[in-house]
């Protein structure tokens, strides 16, 4: 069975199903297709599947043309899991967000598993690429899968192998970026690399799918981690009248041992404000509290309310008050040059100000209307810029800095700015640095 499998994937006659159609599917399908291999999509999202069987795309940095291209090709999408049969691998890339008590909600994967399950077959590859605590492939997945009567290893088969996508980054593709992969069993193992291999340059196989699953989220928290001390740095610095942007731009000049990370507002995507509860959550099982990271977090966590009180001291020595003000915020995506919402600071930072009765509106080229999100509201479309429109507000908070705006109409009209980003490098009257 083995054999034929990887026969499959050696001649591309092998059928990818893909499972959640988002930021991390959608990107793994075009790759798929374009190196030739049948692609079956599946999303509970009726208008996804819809949209991409007309030929659209609603990811920005994806073209339209990519996805009536991959139609053309063969790709179909549905909301019909009992054609998983169809497929001979299923990609699992669901959301793992957090819920309100800051634990793993694994309703996502845990509710597509459940759904995939009745319909899996013989010879059927699993694999999951959502972000997820060290144990879930073996402890959720593999006795799922085995209920069926399969043995995984021999009549199905079963990896992890973490998603990497880094959207808007124009230097990285689904392509060049590694993979890492680990299986349940080497025939597992064997196969996932193979697959991967098929479409990825660089494929990086680890012992077990609890290895892999531990690569991720390290990856992340060194990320989280190192963004809390800039931020817990910046702090200091503000308070000592150093601008902590102009000290990273410096020491980033030191060849080695030194790597430049930059504060921010918050922590905003699908990763790094959520992964490293994730391995916090799953320690405690075995004793062990993760002091470093939940530390980084409560750093992170904090930002916003920084930012609001740097806002609230600006506005004071204004003689204004945040209640009544009229606030626009610049960018509402979690970085720069994309229209990923996901965990924005943005719209955390809008919470609070309205809650503090502020007029708030917001400006970004990527988000032309506030989009529907599990857990935030606002009946907000972005304004543009003119002269008369930045004059018109008291405060202008940066919070995500595109490239698209024009930093020096903004400074040229705004009353005031606060900068939480670190873009404007020289002093000036009307920009307090946040």
């Known amino acids: 069975m083995k054999d034929a499998f990887l026969k499959k994937i050696a001649d591309k006659s092998a059928v990818i199903g893909i499972v959640g159609l988002g930021y991390v599917g959608l990107p793994l399908m075009l790759r798929f297709n374009e190196v030739g291999f049948k692609v079956l999509g599946f999303d509970i999202d009726q208008s996804k599947v819809d949209a991409l069987h007309a030929g659209n795309s609603y990811i920005e940095h994806i073209s339209g043309d990519s996805i009536a291209s991959a139609r053309a090709s063969g790709f179909e999408a549905t909301t019909d899991f009992s054609r998983a049969p169809e497929a001979d691998a299923l990609i699992l890339c669901v959301p793992t967000p957090l819920n309100k008590y800051r634990e793993p909600d694994m309703s996502y994967v845990l509710g597509t598993i459940d759904s995939l399950v009745p319909h899996l077959r013989a010879g059927h590859l699993v694999s999951l690429e959502s972000t997820t605590y060290p144990g879930t492939t073996d402890e959720e997945l593999l006795p799922r899968i085995e209920s069926r009567g399969f043995k995984v290893g021999e009549d199905a088969y079963l990896v992890f192998s973490p998603e990497r996508e880094d959207p808007g980054n124009p230097n990285f593709t689904t392509r060049t ?248 490098l020289q002093p000036a009257a009307n920009v307090v640095k946040a």
Not at 371 to 391: G, N, Q
């Open 177 to 424: 970026i590694p993979k890492v992969c680990g299986g349940v069993t080497p025939a597992c193992q064997e196969i996932g690399v193979a697959l991967y291999s098929a479409v990825i340059d660089k494929v990086v196989p680890v012992s077990s799918t609890r290895a892999a699953e531990m690569t991720k989220l390290l990856e992340n928290i060194h990320r989280a981690v190192n963004i809390g001390l800039v931020n817990e740095m910046k702090i200091v610095a503000d308070k000592m009248g150093i601008d902590i942007h102009e000290v990273i731009r410096a020491a980033a000049t030191k060849p080695f041992g030194f790597v430049p990370y930059y504060p921010g507002p918050g922590l905003g995507g699908h990763c790094i404000p959520i992964d490293p509860f994730y391995l916090t959550w799953k320690a405690r099982e075995y004793g062990v509290h993760t002091r470093f990271i939940e530390l980084a977090g409560e750093v992170n966590s904090s930002m916003p309310d920084y930012v609001i009180s740097k806002v609230a001291a600006a506005l004071n020595e204004r003689k204004k008050a945040i209640n009544g003000s009229k606030i626009l915020v610049l960018g509402i995506a979690y970085k720069k040059n994309v229209d990923d919402m996901r965990e924005s600071p943005s719209v955390f930072l809008m919470e609070k100000l309205r809650d503090l009765g502020a007029e708030i509106s917001y400006s970004d080229p990527h988000v032309p209307v506030f989009p529907k999100m599990r857990e935030h509201h606002f009946e907000l479309s972005s304004v543009a810029l003119t002269a008369d429109s930045i004059a018109g507000y008291d405060c202008v908070l940066l919070a995500t800095d595109h490239d698209k705006f024009d930093y020096a109409q903004l400074q040229q009209h705004a009353q005031l700015i606060v900068d939480s980003r670190g873009k404007y």
